[in-house]
């Protein structure tokens, strides 16, 4: 996976065309991957849609690589905050599945983990609660540190560090229980 | 590179014992990640080849609205300036600064004329002559031309000639013209008081133009020096005075 620098940002910014293909290079499997996590519809589709906007702002951004990397992943957790809100508005239409009609449901992102490519994980993510389950993907998938992240949520950093805890903890009482098996 | 749970553990003051535990699940959420770039869509693929290029610097429009703003009112101020229109201090403002650093001056404020405030009416009031030579003088007192014509106007461009005039050019008291029908007798010290004792060969100056008849002098005029404080200044436009002759019949002042 390519590596992104300041240097290489700073080029992309600039318009080189060589700069540009690394950055997207370098962070759009991670786009990809936490749009998965998130439970997207179309994530593909979706990590397309992120660059454009990214790219197109891209010459008026500041600061080097950390700074992009928080940019496109603000990007990317508005759009899938957005896809989701979509499709609780109005749902996709499916043949009515009664085995799948247990009234738990909590929302349309928990729902689509169900779709998700990797079950178990997912189910493992939708016993934490929304907040919780952002910063482990963001920290974990997006790599992305707890200053970033925080700018990402727009909370502070002590807040984002208590959610990461709290998260930690009850992922270990979930494997401890036995409830999730990976 | 991902972030490791050690990191996060340590982070949240957890013991590094769980990561034993925790590790399985942050593996299976980081297979998440592709290995491969996803295939960007065909308009991300066109941006990707011919990426968005950086702006041109371009000023803004407050940027020109400001500087075309600030040119507007430089040719406003200059354009007054040129024609004399500014306040007096704005006037002599531009002109200093124009005969300072500029090629060309402008010109500087007028002048304002000396404010002179004309006296009170009061009983020590020297009334005014007649202005026709025919009517005789109701009294000898000193004429000086008209008092309340005689309050200079506001200043006004191009009135410095008469503005800067003094008042004792318009009205000589103590030059008065020589004329040879009424030569000023010697020893007068001024022609403008005319002393009733001396006779009705006495000549006494009123202005010609204008001025009002009072003949109510209650104070001695025979004094000169009574008549010379008495003096008005004028501003008048007429600044030869004319000399009548005293009827010989006017002995008594206040009356006729």
Known sequence: MAELGDDVVAAARAGRADAVGVVY?????????????????????????????????????????????????????????????????????????????????????VAAFEDADNPDVVNVLARLNDDQRTVVQLRVIGDLSLEQTAAVLGRSTGAVKQLQRRALLQLRTLVESGEVAL | MSTPLSQMLEESDLSLDLSADLEPVL????????????????????????????????????????????????????VAAAANQLPESAQRFVSDL???????????????????????????????????????????????????????????????????????????????????????????????????????????????????????ASEDPTTPGHARENETPSTSDSPTPTVTERPSGSTSPGTG
């Open chain 1, 25 to 109: 290079t370098a962070l759009s499997p991670k786009v990809l991957g936490y749009l998965r996590s998130r439970g997207v519809e179309d994530a593909e589709g979706l990590t397309s849609e992120v660059f454009l906007q990214v790219l197109k702002r891209l010459p008026n951004l500041r600061g080097g690589a950390a700074e992009l990397r928080t940019f496109v992943f603000s990007v990317a957790h508005a759009r899938a905050v957005d896809d989701i809100r979509r499709r609780s508005r109005r749902p996709a239409e499916s043949p009515y599945e009664p085995e799948r009609d247990d009234r738990v449901t909590a929302s349309a992102e």
């Open chain 2, 27 to 78: 593996s299976a959420l980081r297979s998440l990640v592709p290995e491969a770039t996803p295939e960007p869509s065909p308009q991300l693929a066109a941006l990707l080849a011919r990426p968005v290029a950086p702006r041109a610097y371009r000023p803004r429009r407050t940027a020109i609205a400001a500087a075309a703003a600030m040119v507007g009112s430089l040719t406003l101020t200059g």
């Open chain 2, 98 to 216: 124009s005969s300072r650093y500029l090629p060309f001056e402008f010109p500087q404020p007028v002048e304002p004329a000396p404010t002179m405030e004309p006296k009170p009416p009061s009983e020590d009031e020297a009334p005014l002559a007649p202005a026709t030579t025919d009517q005789p003088a109701p009294e000898p007192s000193a004429t000086i031309e008209g008092t309340e014509d005689a309050k200079p106007e506001k200043k006004r461009s191009g009135d410095r000639s008469t503005s800067d005039a003094s008042p004792s050019t318009s009205v000589s008291p103590t030059e008065p013209e020589p004329s040879p029908s009424a030569p000023a007798p010697s020893g007068t010290p001024s022609p403008s008081v005319t002393e009733p004792e001396v006779g009705a060969d006495e000549p006494v100056e009123s202005p010609s133009a204008g001025g009002t008849t009072s003949p109510s």
